[in-house]
């Protein structure tokens, strides 16, 4: 009798924190022509791949983003056609050449219910961090003024945790906006390095490492 097809233990639980950065840190967005054709790249892509984005920055010479997909081991093909995608992009517009990213973006797998938040904080305040606003729902580009103002980015779905902010939509926007306007050493810890995964013990255990990408074990046919 044939078996089912396998499903990932953790479904529903994965989530990625995804990073890239410009060659030698050089600025990659310079114009808001530029931060916009970027977003506009994540948008189709999300749209044609059935990703989620929960929580995204872009920063002159940086991107964070937050998501998560029904098949991870396709993160790579559509990260890298993403990266590919505005690469092209630039040199056409600014009559470039040679590397545009430092190197392959990297990714760190995170678990929804433990994480999630704290990674979202991370991610909105890295323009606070650098002191380009005092407040993460001030800066253009990243999701923040989708939670604490209701702004419409063609790109952010809602967290499935902002619900427990508050019963009303008021609420949960003025609460998030004190939330992340509180900053955490402990989070700046976590979500520096990359490397590493963020979940419980039982969560890391379900994780396999695979070409530079943590992706869930699959359920298969018994052994013995």
């Keep these: 009798m044939p078996f089912l097809a396998r499903r990932h233990q953790?479904?529903?639980s994965l989530l990625y924190h995804v990073f890239n950065r410009g060659n030698a840190k050089r600025e990659i967005f310079h114009t808001r022509q530029d931060y916009q054709r970027f977003i506009s790249t994540?948008?189709?892509y999300s749209d044609d791949n059935?990703?989620?984005i929960y929580h995204w920055v872009l920063m002159p010479n940086h991107y964070h983003l937050l998501l998560e997909l029904d098949e991870p081991e396709?993160?790579?093909s559509i990260m890298a056609g993403i990266d590919r995608s505005y690469v092209h992009y630039h040199h056409r517009t600014?009559?470039?050449a040679g590397h545009l990213w430092q190197d392959r973006f990297k990714s760190q797998a995170i678990q929804k219910e433990k994480y999630l938040?704290?990674?979202a904080r991370y991610i909105e305040r890295n323009p606070v961090k650098a002191n380009i606003v005092t407040y993460p729902?001030?800066?253009?580009?990243?999701?923040?003024?989708?939670y604490v103002f209701g702004k419409e980015d063609r790109l952010t779905d809602e967290d499935p945790l902002f619900q427990s902010f508050g019963s009303q939509l008021n609420e949960r926007r003025e609460v998030y906006k004190e939330f992340i306007s509180t900053p955490c050493q402990e989070e700046q810890v976590l979500f520096d390095s990359?490397?590493?995964p963020r979940g419980s013990k039982q969560f890391m255990n379900r994780l396999i490492r695979k070409r530079g990408l943590f992706l869930p074990r699959r359920m298969g046919r018994p052994e013995g």
């Excluded at 729902?137 to 989708?146: I, K, T």
């Design 137 to 146: 729902e001030d800066y253009p580009y990243s999701s923040a003024a989708h």
């Design 50 to 52: 059935g990703f989620s």
């Design 74 to 76: 396709r993160l790579s």
């Design 194 to 196: 990359l490397e590493s």
């Design 42 to 44: 994540l948008s189709s």
């Design 94 to 96: 600014y009559e470039s």
């Design 10 to 12: 953790l479904a529903g």
């Design 117 to 119: 938040l704290s990674c």
